[in-house]
T-cell receptor
Framework: GNSVTQMEGPVTLSEEAFLTINCTYTATGYPSLFWYVQYPGEGLQLLLKATKADDKGSNKGFEATYRKETTSFHLEKGSVQVSDSAVYFC???????????FGQGTRLTINP | NAGVTQTPKFQVLKTGQSMTLQCAQDMNHNSMYWYRQDPGMGLRLIYYSASEGTTDKGEVPNGYNVSRLNKREFSLRLESAAPSQTSVYFCASNEQFFGPGTRLTVL
């Protein structure tokens, strides 16, 4: 079955630092890949997605590229802000089943 | 559009009590989902409904039942609550749109 491994947190960075949160997955077929963000006390919000190999998803300065050869979908941002402090979840979908498999989440804290 | 709405926001139950968590979406989506979120474990799928009239088990269905009442509404029922069901419950539609969550405590 599908599974996903995310970089363990918590991750603490200073404002304007470069961010990478690693995500690798195992899946049959060709899943779509998603990153979600959860701010304190809120539900999950879709941050970005990619539906096929070599696609790059981007939103709010975050980017992730679908790497089929390494089964990875690492999240990056060039210059983080305090407002980016949240928990980030990587999730591949199960092809043909319309289901997501979530990683355990990575808590990110940005200090001013 | 309200998106995905959930009620209630908070609930405290005693062991053995029953309750239904309500979820509705106004985006005309076919698929709807119930997840639970526990500390350090990410989200786990309880049940999902690919379309009106169909429901399927997810990863952790034991102790729960669901009803896809119509295209808009997808409810989750706990028939006899247990402390292990203390969690935050999220409803979602179309894989990508999540409700604000219901925080449930079972004493």
């Amino acid at each position: 079955g599908n599974s996903v491994t995310q970089m363990e947190g918590p991750v603490t960075l200073s404002e304007e630092a470069f961010l990478t949160i690693n995500c690798t997955y195992t899946a049959t077929g060709y899943p779509s890949l998603f990153w979600y963000v959860q701010y304190p006390g809120e539900g999950l919000q879709l941050l970005l997605k990619a539906t096929k190999a070599d696609d790059k998803g981007s939103n709010k300065g975050f980017e992730a590229t679908y790497r089929k050869e390494t089964t990875s979908f690492h999240l990056e941002k060039g210059s983080v802000q305090v407002s980016d402090s949240a928990v980030y979840f990587c999730a591949p979908s199960v092809q043909g089943a319309q289901k997501l498999v979530f990683g355990q989440g990575t808590r990110l804290t940005i200090n001013p | 559009n309200a998106g995905v709405t959930q009620t209630p926001k908070f609930q405290v139950l005693k062991t053995g009590q029953s309750m239904t968590l309500q979820c509705a979406q106004d985006m005309n989506h076919n698929s709807m989902y119930w997840y639970r979120q526990d500390p350090g474990m990410g989200l786990r799928l309880i049940y999902y409904s690919a379309s009106e009239g169909t429901t399927d088990k997810g990863e952790v269905p034991n102790g729960y039942n669901v009803s896809r009442l119509n295209k808009r509404e997808f409810s989750l029922r706990l028939e006899s609550a247990a402390p292990s069901q203390t969690s935050v419950y999220f409803c979602a539609s179309n894989e990508q749109f999540f409700g604000p969550g219901t925080r449930l405590t079972v004493l």
